[in-house]
């Protein structure tokens, strides 16, 4: 059972343009959502993450839109450069239960940003 | 200040011998979190330590994986009688889980199984 689903697989953007990943959960137990960015031969480093009591937060460029009730979040990139062709990946956990906030992931989105 | 380090950065192995990966968290974090990145896989949790706490194993795919945290610190992860099926990159993230929920990731250990 797939915990999360993100879409789309990869994404090509023109320099400039907005980048869109989604993400669906299905285990209403999850309480921290991050976002996740990898460039190959490197570990996955922390982009931005949002907790379930605010529906939207952004750090600059990044942007992450919330939906509770819909078990949605996504990730928007305003101004996508060709630095941030990387693997983006969403993820989410909670202590529920013993979690221990260990986190499930999505399958990961290519981004290209074409110059 | 420094990240979390893993060690060896590649691991060439022939099928059925034990390898041992090395993770250093970053200094103070009292969580510990092994992850595998694999292409059929994606990323997966295999083990969790926290402190002086029953490690979390639940992730682990055998019982030829195995854990140890000593001293609250350093992370040995054991994989015995290797199969070409172990052949991944296996990541170490660590987090100050008093704190926050933040969890920082190591650069991997790509493992390949001969």
């Known amino acids: 059972q797939q915990q999360v689903k993100q879409s789309p697989q990869s994404l090509i953007v023109q320099k400039g343009g907005i980048s869109i990943i989604n993400c669906a959960y299905e285990?209403?137990?999850?309480?921290?959502f991050p976002w996740y960015q990898q460039f190959p031969g490197k570990g996955p480093a922390l982009l931005i993450a949002?907790?379930?009591?605010?529906s939207e937060k952004k750090e600059g460029r990044f942007t992450i839109s919330f939906n509770k009730s819909a078990k949605q979040f996504s990730l928007h990139i305003m101004d996508s450069q060709p630095g941030d062709s990387a693997t983006y990946f969403c993820?989410?956990?909670?202590?529920?239960?013993?979690?221990?906030?260990?986190?499930?992931f999505g399958k990961g989105t290519l981004l290209t940003v074409n110059p | 200040g420094a990240g979390v380090s893993q060690s060896p950065s590649n691991k060439v192995t022939e099928k059925g011998k034990d390898v041992e990966l090395r993770c250093d968290p970053i200094?103070?974090?009292?969580?510990l979190y092994w992850y595998r990145q694999s292409l059929g896989q994606g990323l997966e949790f295999l083990i969790y330590f926290q402190g002086n706490s029953a490690p979390d194993k639940s992730g682990l795919p055998s019982d030829r994986f195995s854990a140890e945290r000593t001293g609250g610190s350093v992370s040995t992860l054991t994989i015995q009688r290797t199969q070409q099926e172990d052949s991944a990159v296996y990541l170490c993230?660590?987090?100050?889980?008093?704190?926050?929920?933040?969890?920082?990731f190591g650069p991997g250990t790509r493992l390949t199984v001969t």
């Open positions: 200094s103070g974090h009292t969580a």
């Open positions: 949002i907790r379930p009591d605010v």
């Open positions: 993820a989410a956990s909670s202590n529920s239960g013993g979690s221990n906030y260990k986190l499930t």
């Open positions: 285990n209403t137990a999850f309480d921290y």
């Open positions: 993230a660590s987090s100050f889980l008093l704190i926050t929920y933040e969890q920082y």
